[in-house]
Protein backbone atom coordinates (compact mmCIF):
# COMPACT_ATOMS: atom_id res chain seq x y z
CA UNK A 1 0.00 0.00 0.00
CA UNK A 2 0.85 3.18 -0.96
CA UNK A 3 2.27 5.36 2.39
CA UNK A 4 0.20 9.25 2.29
CA UNK A 5 2.52 11.80 1.66
CA UNK A 6 3.08 14.02 4.94
CA UNK A 7 1.08 17.05 5.41
CA UNK A 8 3.38 20.45 5.50
CA UNK A 9 3.00 22.20 9.04
CA UNK A 10 2.31 26.01 8.53
CA UNK A 11 4.47 28.53 9.83
CA UNK A 12 7.06 25.86 10.37
CA UNK A 13 10.39 25.26 8.79
CA UNK A 14 10.98 22.23 6.74
CA UNK A 15 13.40 20.47 8.94
CA UNK A 16 13.58 21.41 13.13
CA UNK A 17 16.44 19.61 15.20
CA UNK A 18 16.14 21.05 19.39
CA UNK A 19 17.85 20.09 22.00
CA UNK A 20 19.32 16.67 19.88
CA UNK A 21 21.15 14.43 21.32
CA UNK A 22 23.47 11.05 20.29
CA UNK A 23 25.74 9.22 22.46
CA UNK A 24 27.23 6.48 21.87
CA UNK A 25 28.37 3.74 24.36
CA UNK A 26 27.07 3.21 27.94
CA UNK A 27 29.00 4.06 31.07
CA UNK A 28 32.29 5.20 31.54
CA UNK A 29 33.27 4.39 27.85
CA UNK A 30 29.92 6.47 26.24
CA UNK A 31 30.99 8.85 23.96
CA UNK A 32 28.29 11.99 23.32
CA UNK A 33 28.94 12.93 19.73
CA UNK A 34 25.72 15.67 19.94
CA UNK A 35 25.38 17.46 23.23
CA UNK A 36 22.23 19.58 22.41
CA UNK A 37 21.93 20.45 18.85
CA UNK A 38 19.22 23.43 17.69
CA UNK A 39 18.71 23.70 13.89
CA UNK A 40 16.10 25.20 11.47
CA UNK A 41 16.36 24.21 7.60
CA UNK A 42 13.85 26.43 5.70
CA UNK A 43 12.14 24.44 2.33
CA UNK A 44 14.40 25.33 -0.41
CA UNK A 45 17.30 26.32 1.35
CA UNK A 46 21.08 25.62 0.24
CA UNK A 47 22.64 24.41 3.15
CA UNK A 48 26.42 23.76 3.50
CA UNK A 49 27.67 21.49 6.84
CA UNK A 50 31.11 22.34 8.21
CA UNK A 51 33.41 21.16 11.21
CA UNK A 52 36.72 19.13 12.05
CA UNK A 53 36.43 15.43 12.01
CA UNK A 54 34.52 14.73 15.21
CA UNK A 55 32.45 17.31 15.88
CA UNK A 56 29.09 16.21 15.02
CA UNK A 57 27.84 17.67 11.12
CA UNK A 58 27.78 13.64 10.43
CA UNK A 59 26.13 12.62 13.33
CA UNK A 60 23.54 15.51 12.21
CA UNK A 61 23.44 14.41 8.82
CA UNK A 62 22.97 10.58 9.81
CA UNK A 63 20.12 11.38 12.23
CA UNK A 64 18.73 13.93 9.09
CA UNK A 65 18.68 11.48 6.52
CA UNK A 66 16.61 8.81 8.96
CA UNK A 67 19.63 6.76 8.97
CA UNK A 68 20.15 7.17 12.72
CA UNK A 69 18.34 8.17 15.63
CA UNK A 70 18.69 11.12 18.51
CA UNK A 71 19.46 9.34 21.80
CA UNK A 72 17.06 12.69 22.92
CA UNK A 73 15.26 15.66 22.01
CA UNK A 74 13.10 16.65 19.16
CA UNK A 75 13.61 15.94 15.21
CA UNK A 76 10.95 17.42 13.45
CA UNK A 77 10.18 16.87 9.65
CA UNK A 78 7.11 18.72 8.30
CA UNK A 79 6.52 19.57 11.29
CA UNK A 80 5.95 15.66 12.27
CA UNK A 81 8.26 14.17 15.02
CA UNK A 82 10.34 12.17 13.40
CA UNK A 83 12.28 10.56 16.49
CA UNK A 84 8.72 8.95 17.38
CA UNK A 85 8.79 6.82 14.21
CA UNK A 86 9.68 3.06 13.92
CA UNK A 87 12.36 1.60 11.48
CA UNK A 88 10.06 1.02 8.98
CA UNK A 89 8.33 4.11 9.28
CA UNK A 90 11.89 6.11 9.02
CA UNK A 91 12.94 4.30 5.71
CA UNK A 92 9.57 5.09 4.03
CA UNK A 93 9.95 8.37 4.95
CA UNK A 94 13.33 8.43 3.67
CA UNK A 95 12.57 6.32 0.30
CA UNK A 96 9.73 8.89 -0.08
CA UNK A 97 11.45 12.07 0.94
CA UNK A 98 14.94 12.11 0.36
CA UNK A 99 17.32 11.46 -1.60
CA UNK A 100 21.26 11.20 -0.91
CA UNK A 101 24.45 11.52 -2.42
CA UNK A 102 27.96 10.13 -1.47
CA UNK A 103 31.82 10.69 -1.92
CA UNK A 104 32.69 7.13 -3.60
CA UNK A 105 29.15 7.99 -6.04
CA UNK A 106 28.36 3.94 -4.90
CA UNK A 107 27.34 3.01 -8.58
CA UNK A 108 26.71 -1.01 -9.29
CA UNK A 109 29.79 -1.17 -11.47
CA UNK A 110 28.32 -4.00 -13.68
CA UNK A 111 25.04 -1.83 -14.56
CA UNK A 112 24.77 0.66 -17.18
CA UNK A 113 23.85 4.68 -15.86
CA UNK A 114 20.52 3.95 -17.07
CA UNK A 115 20.11 0.35 -14.56
CA UNK A 116 21.53 2.54 -11.70
CA UNK A 117 19.59 5.44 -12.18
CA UNK A 118 16.62 2.81 -12.22
CA UNK A 119 17.11 1.38 -8.76
CA UNK A 120 15.63 3.48 -6.52
CA UNK A 121 11.98 3.38 -8.54
CA UNK A 122 12.85 -0.88 -9.10
CA UNK A 123 13.11 -0.88 -5.31
CA UNK A 124 9.51 0.97 -5.03
CA UNK A 125 7.82 -1.31 -7.81
CA UNK A 126 7.10 1.22 -9.87
CA UNK A 127 6.48 -0.36 -13.99
CA UNK A 128 9.85 -0.77 -16.28
CA UNK A 129 8.11 1.58 -18.50
CA UNK A 130 7.68 4.13 -15.78
CA UNK A 131 11.27 3.73 -14.13
CA UNK A 132 12.68 4.02 -17.63
CA UNK A 133 11.23 7.29 -18.25
CA UNK A 134 11.91 8.78 -15.43
CA UNK A 135 15.60 7.79 -15.17
CA UNK A 136 16.21 8.95 -18.67
CA UNK A 137 14.42 12.47 -17.58
CA UNK A 138 16.59 12.28 -14.42
CA UNK A 139 19.71 11.60 -16.71
CA UNK A 140 18.83 14.56 -19.25
CA UNK A 141 18.90 16.39 -16.12
CA UNK A 142 22.34 16.23 -15.72
CA UNK A 143 23.58 16.13 -19.08
CA UNK A 144 24.04 12.30 -19.53
CA UNK A 145 20.99 11.10 -21.04
CA UNK A 146 23.59 10.51 -24.29
CA UNK A 147 25.72 8.16 -21.66
CA UNK A 148 22.51 6.23 -20.83
CA UNK A 149 23.93 2.50 -21.64
CA UNK A 150 27.82 3.42 -20.05
CA UNK A 151 28.75 0.98 -17.43
CA UNK A 152 31.00 3.37 -14.54
CA UNK A 153 33.98 2.21 -15.92
CA UNK A 154 33.19 3.78 -19.12
CA UNK A 155 32.81 7.37 -17.35
CA UNK A 156 34.74 10.23 -15.77
CA UNK A 157 34.56 10.70 -12.08
CA UNK A 158 32.20 13.76 -13.17
CA UNK A 159 30.21 11.63 -14.83
CA UNK A 160 29.86 9.06 -12.19
CA UNK A 161 28.99 12.04 -9.70
CA UNK A 162 26.13 13.00 -12.53
CA UNK A 163 24.78 9.24 -12.71
CA UNK A 164 24.60 8.97 -8.61
CA UNK A 165 22.21 12.84 -8.63
CA UNK A 166 20.53 11.90 -11.41
CA UNK A 167 19.61 8.23 -9.22
CA UNK A 168 19.16 10.55 -5.90
CA UNK A 169 16.41 12.71 -7.71
CA UNK A 170 14.69 10.30 -10.23
CA UNK A 171 12.27 9.91 -7.06
CA UNK A 172 11.70 13.61 -7.13
CA UNK A 173 12.71 14.10 -3.34
CA UNK A 174 12.43 17.15 -1.28
CA UNK A 175 15.35 17.09 0.24
CA UNK A 176 19.11 15.69 -0.68
CA UNK A 177 21.30 15.20 1.34
CA UNK A 178 25.01 15.19 -0.17
CA UNK A 179 27.91 13.74 1.61
CA UNK A 180 31.41 15.22 0.07
CA UNK A 181 29.98 15.38 -2.98
CA UNK A 182 33.08 16.80 -4.27
CA UNK A 183 35.54 14.90 -2.32
CA UNK A 184 36.83 12.58 -5.30
CA UNK A 185 36.83 15.45 -8.22
CA UNK A 186 39.14 17.62 -9.27
CA UNK A 187 38.42 21.27 -9.24
CA UNK A 188 36.99 21.77 -12.82
CA UNK A 189 34.97 18.78 -11.90
CA UNK A 190 33.93 19.95 -8.24
CA UNK A 191 32.51 23.43 -9.59
CA UNK A 192 30.48 21.27 -12.34
CA UNK A 193 29.01 19.23 -9.72
CA UNK A 194 28.26 22.22 -7.50
CA UNK A 195 26.38 24.16 -10.09
CA UNK A 196 24.67 20.78 -10.88
CA UNK A 197 23.33 20.91 -7.25
CA UNK A 198 23.08 25.07 -7.20
CA UNK A 199 20.73 24.46 -10.90
CA UNK A 200 18.89 21.80 -8.95
CA UNK A 201 17.88 23.95 -6.17
CA UNK A 202 17.48 26.85 -8.02
CA UNK A 203 14.58 25.16 -10.34
CA UNK A 204 13.62 22.47 -9.20
CA UNK A 205 12.87 23.81 -5.46
CA UNK A 206 14.99 20.57 -4.40
CA UNK A 207 16.67 21.51 -0.79
CA UNK A 208 20.69 20.44 -0.65
CA UNK A 209 21.74 19.51 2.56
CA UNK A 210 25.72 19.03 1.58
CA UNK A 211 28.05 17.85 4.08
CA UNK A 212 32.01 19.83 2.91
CA UNK A 213 35.69 20.79 4.10
CA UNK A 214 36.08 22.76 1.42
CA UNK A 215 35.32 26.53 1.57
CA UNK A 216 34.79 26.77 -2.39
CA UNK A 217 32.32 24.49 -2.34
CA UNK A 218 30.35 26.03 0.45
CA UNK A 219 30.37 29.02 -1.21
CA UNK A 220 27.47 27.55 -3.14
CA UNK A 221 25.19 27.79 -0.32
CA UNK A 222 23.14 30.06 1.22
CA UNK A 223 23.41 28.83 4.69
CA UNK A 224 26.53 27.66 5.85
CA UNK A 225 26.37 25.48 8.85
CA UNK A 226 29.39 25.32 11.73
CA UNK A 227 30.06 22.54 14.19
CA UNK A 228 32.45 22.62 16.94
CA UNK A 229 32.62 19.76 19.72
CA UNK A 230 28.97 18.12 18.93
CA UNK A 231 27.69 21.49 18.81
CA UNK A 232 26.34 24.34 16.41
CA UNK A 233 28.88 27.06 16.74
CA UNK A 234 27.51 29.19 14.46
CA UNK A 235 25.06 29.65 11.04
CA UNK A 236 26.46 32.35 8.32
CA UNK A 237 24.65 33.72 5.43
CA UNK A 238 25.84 33.72 1.97
CA UNK A 239 24.50 36.27 -0.16
CA UNK A 240 26.99 35.65 -2.58
CA UNK A 241 25.62 31.81 -3.30
CA UNK A 242 26.33 30.44 -6.49
CA UNK A 243 28.36 33.14 -8.08
CA UNK A 244 32.07 32.36 -9.66
CA UNK A 245 34.72 30.98 -7.28
CA UNK A 246 37.99 31.67 -7.17
CA UNK A 247 40.33 29.37 -5.78
CA UNK A 248 43.08 31.83 -5.73
CA UNK A 249 41.80 34.12 -2.75
CA UNK A 250 40.80 32.58 0.76
CA UNK A 251 36.93 33.14 1.31
CA UNK A 252 35.69 34.54 4.22
CA UNK A 253 33.29 32.55 6.58
CA UNK A 254 32.24 35.18 9.01
CA UNK A 255 28.70 36.38 9.43
CA UNK A 256 28.35 37.57 5.69
CA UNK A 257 29.87 35.38 3.16
CA UNK A 258 31.94 36.83 0.15
CA UNK A 259 32.78 34.78 -2.91
CA UNK A 260 35.57 36.67 -5.49
CA UNK A 261 34.30 36.45 -8.56
CA UNK A 262 37.29 35.28 -10.72
CA UNK A 263 35.91 35.66 -14.33
CA UNK A 264 36.09 31.86 -14.97
CA UNK A 265 33.53 29.41 -15.38
CA UNK A 266 34.48 25.79 -16.02
CA UNK A 267 32.91 24.09 -19.14
CA UNK A 268 29.28 22.43 -18.57
CA UNK A 269 29.97 20.11 -20.91
CA UNK A 270 30.75 16.34 -19.29
CA UNK A 271 34.42 14.65 -20.62
CA UNK A 272 33.35 13.03 -23.54
CA UNK A 273 33.03 9.10 -23.56
CA UNK A 274 32.49 6.20 -26.23
CA UNK A 275 29.04 7.71 -28.06
CA UNK A 276 26.48 5.37 -27.48
CA UNK A 277 24.72 6.19 -31.03
CA UNK A 278 24.83 2.40 -33.02
CA UNK A 279 25.56 0.14 -30.15
CA UNK A 280 22.68 -2.12 -28.48
CA UNK A 281 21.84 -1.54 -25.22
CA UNK A 282 24.17 -3.54 -22.79
Known sequence: ????????????????????????????????????????????DFVAVMGASGSGKSTTMNILGCLDVPSSGTFL?????VERLGRDQRALLRRRYLGFVFQGF?????????????????YRGDPKKQRYEAAMAALDKVGLAKWWDHTPAELSGGQQQRVAIARAIVTSPDVLLADEPTGNLDSERSVEIMELLSGLNRDAGITVLMVTHE?????????IVHFKDGLVERIDTNHHAGEKVSFDEPLPFRGEVGVEDSGQRSSDSPTPGPSPEGEGSK
Not at 30 to 39: E, I, N, Q, R, T
Not at 77 to 81: I, K
Open 1 to 44: MASKPLPAASQQPLIRLRDVTKIYGEGATAFKALKGVDLDIQQG
Open 77 to 81: FRGHH
Open 106 to 122: NLLARTTALENVELPLL
Open 215 to 223: PEMAAFART
